[in-house]
């Protein structure tokens, strides 16, 4: 081909290579005239991915993909495409096939490759040289068609999305001239009404009054320099406010900036957010009540604060009179009425279980009265054994199904809240009763107290106390509560075989009924009582806590029953104990006081008198010392009872007086012994009344242990923070096996009678909450520390 041939062809392909309606076409065209012109049997037109890899731009337009020309120039295609690009042969490409087929692979800039292959002479190099700019013209126009295409198809699609959104969606043009809306889509006219331009800003919805002007600016500031928004936003709209997730794109045109407003509508999320927060929070403090009271007061706050209602009101079960009896409203007063409490009224199916709504109150055949006529909505809801919880709004048809699921909710919460706190009172009011069972001086007066407690303090409208009669296998009743007496009259005697008390009572277990009447052993089938706790009160009896309606006596109430009942049973023992023990100290103080004390002056006098007629004097004076031993041991045993009896007996005392009365009570001293007394200060100590007895005997311990042929015994007072007084001698002090009474009270150190004194010093000491010590080291220093009052 000569050089004007050659210029010929080059141009007639570039007239064919044009951009067509799309870019299959515009390949299809120009390679059709490659193939024309260049003489070529096989032809191609690859487009390059963001993976290297290299795909037909139309595979129904490649020509010749039969022949082995196409295969070897697609093989060397693939292989090229995936070699390293450092490592790539540059393109155009040349190959051979046989001796007569020649192929080539054609660089298309920045879109692919052009295959072109034939048989006979290959394309000279000037024709090669030539078709450079013809392939670069043919990139060209692909590539401004695959741009123009995809363009094309994302505006359709965007279109498409545009015109089919849900939610509310603008677009504002915003020119150096200003704000134009561009396009609007029909959720957003619903919404917000038609747009006009904004005077001020980019955003067409007016904001809601309380918006904080600052971060609208900001906003505004934001999209105009190119940054997308995601925003929370309060908006007007014809209804009202409403709150919205703002989501702004600014993209960029040739007119301009376009900003794409589009608006979720989040006012129910918002709403449910709140109420879910406000739910968590007023939820944890109807939880947390310390009592009933507060417990039904924050219940009824927080149904008609989470229900967004007019009011709300709890209606408590009172078990002493069967009836249910307001306890607390958020209006100034109750105003719900049952106007057929005796009756199968709707508060009693609600307390029963229940859920009941109302729709319309004022047009609603009832039995439930609102003394407010503006309430038309009514939710009933149950309480378990606690009572009714009604909430009332003045909007018909206010209640849906979530707002009754939320209702319910929060009446479980104030169910568990009465529960606990019912519990921790009735168990503050068993330790209450116990302490004041314990110091009845008697199991019938003991009987007696604990029932008149038991309606207020836990709740047990009815309940009986039954005492075991082992010598005619019966339980008798002893003591009831008022109701029980008026609804029962005279109590029932229970016996082997005829009841569910003797059986629980012989077992040792609570016998849990919630309904007698269906019961096959129950006493009395047509009893008033529907439902009771049969709990063992030990060997003693049962204590039978009862209600008037089925499943009224729950397993809380058993708890509360099994645990009063372990109670009482420690009482009754306490009280059996403590007047076997009264009656054994009133014995003793007779054997002491009377018989023992007797009998030693008759031994006493009768030793005198053989003393007068016997020559051995020193037989009958030991006799003499033994009886007076035994005299005085006995005086000791009833004061050490007497200061064990008032160990928690504490006064003010004056020291200089303690001391007074000890030295009074003491022996006179022998004529060689020196008693020297110093008190030092004007101080008074809080100590048990027997203070003076305890000195006395240090005196005495002093006058038998530690003075020998004379010397000094002294008893001296002194007082700083406290104050101390102590008996001190030079003698050789008192022995140390007879100490060891101040560590161990055991009966082996109590032997002698200065043990005794011992004993009862460290006791008065120790009830005074003060210190006794001894030092035995160059005589006895015995030194007792006090409070000082």
């Known amino acids: 081909m000569d050089s004007h041939q050659r210029i010929e062809t080059l141009y007639a392909l570039s007239l064919a290579i044009t951009p067509e309606e799309t870019l299959e076409a515009t390949a299809v065209t120009a390679l ?52 390293d690009e450092e490592h790539r042969a540059s393109l155009p490409i040349t190959g051979t096939v046989d001796d007569d087929g020649y192929y080539w692979l054609f660089d298309l800039p920045e879109f692919g490759v052009l295959l072109l292959a034939r048989r006979g002479e290959p394309l000279d190099d000037a024709m090669l040289t030539g078709v450079t700019p013809l392939n670069e013209q043919l990139a060209t126009a692909c590539s401004t068609k695959q741009v123009k295409t995809t363009l094309s198809d994302a505006r359709r699609r965007f ?30 006219t619903a919404t917000f009404g038609q747009p006009t331009a904004p005077a001020d800003g980019i955003d067409p919805t007016d904001p809601a009054p309380d918006s904080d002007p600052d971060r609208l600016i900001e906003i505004e500031s934001r999209l105009r320099d190119g940054h997308p928004v995601t925003e929370a936003v309060r908006r007007q709209t014809p209804t009202g406010t409403g709150e919205f997730l703002l989501r702004g794109v600014p993209v960029r045109t040739p007119q301009g900036q376009e900003i794409f407003l589009l608006y979720v509508d989040i006012t129910e999320e918002r709403r449910r957010q709140r109420t879910l927060a406000s739910l968590s929070e007023e939820s944890a403090a109807i939880l947390t009540s310390e009592d009933q009271a507060t417990a039904c007061d924050r219940t009824v706050a927080t149904m008609v604060s989470v229900l967004d209602v007019a009011v709300a009101e709890i209606h408590r079960y009172d078990r002493g009179t069967d009836t249910l009896q307001p306890a607390a409203t958020t209006a100034t007063e109750p105003i719900f009425v049952d106007t057929d409490p005796d009756g199968d ?95 009845a001086d008697s199991v019938d007066e003991m009987v007696e107290r604990v029932v008149d407690q038991l309606p207020t ?56 009924v919630s309904d007698v009447r269906e019961h096959p052993e129950a006493y009395n089938e047509d009893s008033v009582i529907r439902s009771e706790a049969i709990t063992p009160i030990g060997e003693f009896g049962v204590l039978i806590p009862a209600a008037m309606r089925p499943q009224n006596i729950t397993t809380a109430d058993q708890k509360i029953a099994e645990t009063l009942a372990s109670s009482l049973e420690t009482a009754i023992e306490l009280i059996e104990n403590r007047r076997d023990l009264q009656l054994l100290e009133a014995v003793i103080d007779r054997v002491l006081r009377h018989n023992l004390r007797t009998d030693l002056s008759v031994i006493k006098s009768r030793t005198q008198q053989l003393a007068e007629a016997c020559d051995d004097a020193a037989f009958t004076d030991r ?63 809080i100590a048990h009344p027997k203070l003076p007895t305890a000195i006395t005997h240090l005196i005495e311990n002093a006058l038998e242990h530690a003075v020998q042929d004379g010397g000094e015994i002294r008893v001296t007072a002194t007082a700083d923070d406290e104050v101390q007084i102590t ?8 022995p140390t096996n007879e100490l060891a009474v101040i560590d161990q009270a055991d009966e082996s150190t109590l032997s002698h009678a200065s043990g005794v004194g011992l004993w009862l010093i460290d006791r008065i000491v120790t009830y005074s909450d003060g210190v006794f ?17």
């Open 32 to 83: 059709d005239a490659y193939l024309d012109h260049l003489d070529c049997s096989v032809g191609a037109v690859f487009e390059r991915h963001d993976t290297d890899e290299y795909r037909l731009v139309d595979p129904d337009a490649a020509v010749g993909t039969d022949d082995p020309l196409y295969d070897a120039a697609e093989e060397r295609l693939t292989t090229w495409a995936a070699t």
């Open 773 to 789: 010590a001894v030092d035995i080291d160059g005589g006895t220093i015995a030194q007792i520390t006090l409070q000082r009052a």
């Open 345 to 439: 009224s709707l508060l009693w199916a609600t307390y029963d279980g229940t859920p009941h709504r109302i729709d319309a109150l004022s047009s609603a055949d009832t039995t439930l009265r609102c003394d407010d006529e503006t309430i038309e909505s009514v939710l009933l809801l149950p309480l378990g054994d606690h009572g009714v919880v009604i909430v009332g709004d003045d909007r018909p048809e206010s209640f849906d199904e979530t707002a009754r699921q939320l209702g319910q909710l929060l009446a479980a919460f104030g169910r568990i809240a009465l529960t606990r706190t019912e519990r921790v009172q009735s168990l503050e009011a068993i330790q209450s009763i116990t302490q004041d069972a314990v110091t």
């Open 159 to 188: 279109e498409a999305l545009f015109t089919t959104i849900d939610e509310p969606m603008v677009t504002v043009v915003v020119s150096e001239t200003g704000c134009e809306i561009g396009r609007t889509n029909a959720a957003f």
């Open 457 to 512: 303090a836990t709740n047990f409208p009815t309940a009986g106390i039954w005492r075991a009669d082992p010598a005619t296998d019966r339980l008798e009743p002893i003591g009831a509560t008022g109701r029980a007496a008026e609804l029962i009259g005279t109590h029932p005697t229970f016996e082997p075989g005829n009841s569910i008390a003797w059986e629980a009572y012989e077992a040792g277990e609570t016998r849990l």
């Open 623 to 685: 006799i003499l010392a033994h009886a007076e031993g035994l005299e005085a041991t006995a005086e000791n045993a009833r004061t050490m009872r007497s200061v064990v009896q008032s160990r928690n007996d504490r006064r003010e005392l004056p020291v200089e007086t303690v001391i007074d009365d000890a030295i009074t009570a003491a022996p006179d001293p022998p004529a060689d012994v020196d008693l020297v007394v110093d008190i030092d200060t004007t101080a008074a100590v």
């Open 727 to 734: 008996v001190a001698d030079d003698g050789p002090g008192i």
